[in-house]
RNA sequence: GGGCCAUUAGCUCAAUUGGCAGAGCAACGGACUCUUAAUCCGGAGGUUGAAGGUUCGACUCCUUCAUGGCCCA
């Protein structure tokens, strides 16, 4: 990463430049232009059109965009600016502009965004082009930009200066372009179900609904701590007692941990909870979402991720927690259902054990060693034991285990949900067990939250829930390798003042 | 937290064994009215991420630090 731009003599020639052009009466940044079509419009509308007929076409077109490259000729230059759409060739010419207004364009540098008006014509390569009749400057730019073939290559540099990797990498602004379109289908397959959106605290008393370490932060004038958001969770049940019956929300939560490739302290989830279902009604649901999105986004269910053929044509595969350790883990329930084994067999993975740590917790370590990353195929993996999953409804036939699953893909997790636990006095005792972790020294232990309890107390009708981790299922969708590629401004330590 | 790797002009990249820091694009001056990574001519542009050290001599070797990437915890 370079720290010396300051020093650049690129930028003060620009800084120079412009101050000359203000001197003469130019206004580098004005804001009168008004664009009147998009260039993808345009192209749609005549590019398929002759010389001939393009001729009879006597429209004048206005718009505006970046110029983004220069071929010049003396008297006669071509460019090609760029708008939010798309980009679309220009010709200037000094026979049609006059020798000044001419000679203004010229001083024009690639990255300064013009207006231009003008008519259409093919050239003789056959590329659609404005014949410019006029243009006038609307906002000039003082740094250059990078390098026309290349782009911006530098990692650290697209990701603190993403303004200019949208500009220069059509891949970056794609990805985001299809991140909003996820978005806009996540919440139209819901609304359509009868879900309703809705917005929780982000900043809690009481960090719930999942197992992570927590942001603090301090609210002055209440003198209290506060947290920010790990999960939704606790809030979007609290609606179903209201009388919500289906509820989700798309927001960012916040967890105090390691970033990598798979984690980012701030991520988008997904939750969605609907009364009167359970968590097979989930997986049906889940497998209906999934294959939508990747219809409309790709145009079919067969997806590559990063060299992995996936096909996300429903149904899945479907395994029990502890059927994965065995047929994916190799494990045999002797092993893993055994404290010492389990705890051994861990630490020959290279993992620390601590003391507080549950046969339980040791089984979704192994799960996690020797499972998860085999899951390329779309994997549902149920029954979680109870311990691992406070908040889960216990399975009628065996109560040391939940109706819950987990959804595995490419050998990352997901989803997860499960049939809610709605009965209050099982939470309470659930929480005390986490309190009970968390004293032994367990952080990411749940907090005792008593309002939840009492919310149950009124009356939860029996429900299922999901997370869903949107930046992964972008990630999933367009074949990204971190997550980073998928948010638009990932965190990054300061930089050096330049 | 640990390991490995990277950091050279605005951008993309070179630099042999430790021996004159280069190229393309961009920018600057000039020629040029159908180019599209335009072409041609000319000149310029550097605290080699930072600070130390070794050496006659350091982009290159050593130490520390910073930022980033990948892997592991």
Redesign the pocket.
Known sequence: ?????G?????K?RYD?AALMEKEGIKLFPNNFRKQIDIKDIKEKYADLSSEELEKVQDVFVLAGRIM????????T?A?IQDRSGKI?V?F???ELGKDKYKFFK?L??GDIIGVKGKL?K?????I?INVMDFELVTKSL???????????????R?RKRYVDLIVNPKAREIFRVRTRILKLLREFLDKKGFMEVETPMMQVIPGGATARPFETYHNALGMKLYLRIAPELYLKRLLVGGFEKVYEINRNFRNE????QHNPEFTMLEFYMAYADYNDLIEMTQEMFSTLAKDILGTTKITYQDNEIDLTPPWNKLSFYESLEKIGGLSASQYGDYEKAKELVKE????VKDYETLAKLQTKLFD?LVEPKLIQPHFIYHYPTEVSPLSRRNEENPSITDRFELFIAGREMANAFSELNDPRDQKKRFEEQVKEKAQGEEEAHFMDEDYVRALEYGMPPAAGEGIGIDRLVMLFTDS??I?EVILF?L?????KE
């Open positions: 990463m370079s720290t010396n731009e020093r650049s003599n690129l930028i020639q430049k490259a220069i071929r010049s000729f003396g008297k006669a071509f090609h060739q010709f010419q000094q026979k001083k540098d690639i014509f050239t003789k390569t056959g590329e082009t740094r250059p930009l990078p390098e026309k073939f290349h782009g911006l290559k530098d990692v650290e540099a990701y390691g970033i990598s490739t993975l290279g993992e620390n060693l390798p971190s980073r990932p990054l330590k300061p930089e050096k």
